[in-house]
């Protein structure tokens, strides 16, 4: 058996999109191994104080070395390269040997440099380039994500292999409709659903130019996540009476707004993949992003198209899904097909077989 040896550190994290991607696919690379047997054998490989975590998780689990954080990655992760193949990902790969396997999940350090810190935007370059470094090998999520690392020099094209998402736990789980106390409006209200995010990439300043123009005034935008009306408006945006910011929510309240909701927008400048687009589609909401990065991939001709800076466009697309039953159906059912082809099992099949071209299971 051929060991795969999967970097846990990613446990230690807290619930962020990277993290949910690296523990969805490393419960389906355990379980694709099982069912489908390969010559392959799955570990989480961690420190010693995240051994419970990993145990918690359902995959056979070890506890490695003596020190934790990246510490441990850096000095003690690289001594077991030799026992199997250390796949990483979270975008972090070892600085020290080769062989290694990295899921570099975009190139926004490089793509969309005002959205990190400096010191973010040198180490995340630095480690980007160490895993596209002769020897190693990078999974990514999107064609796009491949083009732009290259273009930005990262690797060569024989060392990548794409590995699209799919849903994560908000596909799964039955919504919690608590949510709506939350808000100031109930669940038949028609209302649109957004990532609330100050990152210059994300673009939701045409979100709230959007929904300010008259058309839109008695539909609702729900944006959940960190940034609060007040840091917006701090930031210099001006935020219509109809946008509402729960803060973070639960899988089991995200569903539920999916749910419900007319549409997921992602007015996005950049995107590697495109997870809310994608866990919308999967619950009945229409996706209505912009055309840019990775989202057409995703969407496809199950959603609709907004171009960056001409809010009209969302506003044109939103007021037809309100007003036209038949329109807003089909792209329902659109959508819901759309999402059927994005799973962590198919992500995990691909996996492996990446891992076979590039003569890994030798």
């Known amino acids: 058996m051929r060991k795969l040896l999967i970097n846990g550190r990613f446990l230690s994290g ?23 047997p390969n010559g392959w054998q799955v570990e989480l490989v961690v420190p010693q104080a995240l051994l419970s975590k990993a145990e918690a998780t359902g995959i056979p689990s070890r506890a490695h070395g003596r020190r934790s954080g990246i510490i441990w990655e850096q000095t003690e992760l690289p001594s077991l390269r030799y ?12 600085i020290f040997g080769r062989g290694y396997v990295t899921m570099l999940h975009d190139a926004h350090v490089m793509t969309s440099p005002d ?24 999974l990514t999520p999107s064609e796009h994500s ?10 060569r094209a024989e060392q990548y292999g794409i590995v699209p998402n799919g849903p994560g736990n908000v596909g799964r789980v ?14 038949e209200t028609p ?3 957004g990532l609330s995010s100050l990152l210059p990439h994300k673009n939701i300043g045409d979100l709230l130019s959007a929904f300010a123009r008259p058309e839109l005034a008695n539909i609702q935008l729900v944006l959940f996540g960190k940034a609060s009306r007040a840091d917006f408006v701090a930031a210099g945006h001006d935020v219509p009476e109809n946008v509402h910011f729960p803060g973070f929510v639960s899988d089991e309240e995200l569903a539920a707004l999916y749910d419900k909701a007319l549409a997921v927008c992602v007015p996005s400048l950049e995107e590697g993949f495109g997870m809310p687009a994608l866990e919308g589609m999967a619950r009945g909401a229409i996706a209505v992003v912009s055309p840019c ?4 991939e995703v969407v496809g001709e199950a959603g609709l198209f907004a171009k960056v800076g001409q809010p009209d466009q969302i506003v044109s697309h939103i007021s037809r899904i309100n007003t036209d039953p038949a329109y807003a159906e089909d792209l329902r059912a659109k959508g819901l097909a759309r999402a059927r082809a994005f799973t962590w099992e198919i992500a995990a099949e691909k996996a492996f077989a990446h891992l076979e071209a590039w003569g890994l299971a030798e």
């Open 191 to 193: 209302f649109c659903v």
């Open 83 to 94: 026992d199997g193949v250390i796949l990483s990902l979270f975008n972090t790969v070892p």
């Open 115 to 138: 959205s990190y810190s400096r010191p973010t935007r040198i180490w995340r370059e630095f480690l980007s380039r160490r895993a596209g470094a002769t020897g190693n090998y990078v």
């Open 146 to 155: 491949k083009v732009s690392l290259l273009e930005h020099g990262i690797g």
């Open 174 to 187: 039955q919504g919690n409709r608590a949510i709506f106390e939350r808000l100031s409006f109930n669940e």
């Open 293 to 296: 990065g990775a989202l057409p």
């Open 14 to 36: 807290g619930e962020t999109a990277v993290n949910a991607v690296a523990r969805e696919l490393s419960a389906a690379l355990h379980q694709h191994s099982i069912a489908h």
